[in-house]
């Protein structure tokens, strides 16, 4: 069958987009001097918003809710807009702020975004041709630029110390429960999501931190349930688990990658589902949101 033929599996689109910033470098990032700014993004982008400025005083929003942010938080004085295609809901928001003269930094990986001409600063990050919902190199990138994590360290830690850990019958298993460092704590929506996305309601993926860990989530137990720690040391849960460490400098995005690394590795040992699915799924959203939605892009 020739419907994957194009389509990469998400460890592979990890280690490309690693080679990217290596090649390519990335721009430097100023999330200007606001004291109270509002963040917009959707999915991903509203959690690479989170992890960029957890350190400030920031407003978080998405499409749904910034009209009522800019409502009921009277300090906020910038915006920051996050999204990699700079499209879809992206412009109508930037149009808005901009009508209630609010300054307006877009980070965006589309130098033609349509937001871009509504912005007052656009920041435009490198990205490889991806699966449609992979987003490694749009949102890797902008975190990247904030955290200066070195994309080649994170690269050499991959294959030397990482890749020769991922079991090989990954198959066995339908249930997967990642525990993430409390600091990296932003980051367990991207993987929860990536699963969804990934697998539907075929492989089942939970994501916590080793404290919410510890409060009722491993009550009901699985056969096939595999535990994955990363960058903590799990001797209390679960039969079947892997601890993978995680270097001093490593930051989110180093986290990200050696995620998204394994997640890929699940999918590549499983049946292609998202690949015998994407193509019909894109058709659908395609009509959904009145725009063409590629499988690749």
């Not at 990217?20 to 990335?26: A, V």
């Not at 999330?31 to 992890?51: D, E, F, H, W």
């Not at 435009?124 to 994309?151: D, G, H, Q, R, W």
């Amino acid at each position: 069958m020739t419907f994957g033929a194009k389509l990469i599996d998400l460890d592979e689109c990890v280690i490309y987009a690693l080679d990217l910033f290596i090649q390519k470098g990335l721009p430097k990032l100023s999330l200007g001097n606001y004291k109270r700014p509002l963040v917009v993004g959707s999915g991903n982008a509203a959690v690479t918003g989170r992890i960029i400025l957890k350190d400030s005083d920031a407003v978080f929003a998405d499409e749904g809710t910034y009209k009522e942010k800019l409502k009921t938080v009277k300090e906020i004085d910038g915006a920051i807009l996050i999204s990699a295609s700079g499209g879809k809901h992206a412009p109508i928001i930037a149009k808005e702020l901009k009508k209630k003269g609010i300054e307006v930094r877009l980070l965006t990986n589309n130098k033609d975004a349509a937001a871009r001409k509504h912005a007052d600063k656009t920041f435009v990050f490198p990205k490889n041709i991806e699966p449609y919902t992979y987003n490694t190199s749009t949102y890797m990138s902008m975190i990247m630029a904030k955290t200066k994590e070195n994309p080649k360290k994170i690269l050499e830690h991959i294959k030397k110390s990482v890749d020769a850990v991922i079991p090989k019958n990954l198959r066995k298993y339908d249930a997967y429960f990642i525990i993430l460092p409390t600091e990296f704590d932003n980051i367990r929506e991207m993987l929860a999501t990536k699963f969804d996305e990934l697998f539907g309601p075929k492989i089942s993926g939970r994501v916590f931190t080793p404290e919410q860990t510890k409060h009722a989530k491993t009550v009901v137990p699985a056969e096939r349930e595999f535990f994955l720690s990363i960058g903590y040391d799990n001797k209390d849960f679960g039969k079947k688990r892997l601890n993978i460490s995680l270097p001093k400098w490593a930051g989110p995005a180093t986290v990200m990658a050696i995620s998204y690394y394994f997640i890929g590795h699940i999918q590549k040992q499983n049946p292609p589902y998202f690949k015998k699915n994407i193509f019909a799924y894109t058709k659908n959203a395609s009509r959904i949101f009145k725009q063409e939605i590629k499988p690749l892009g």
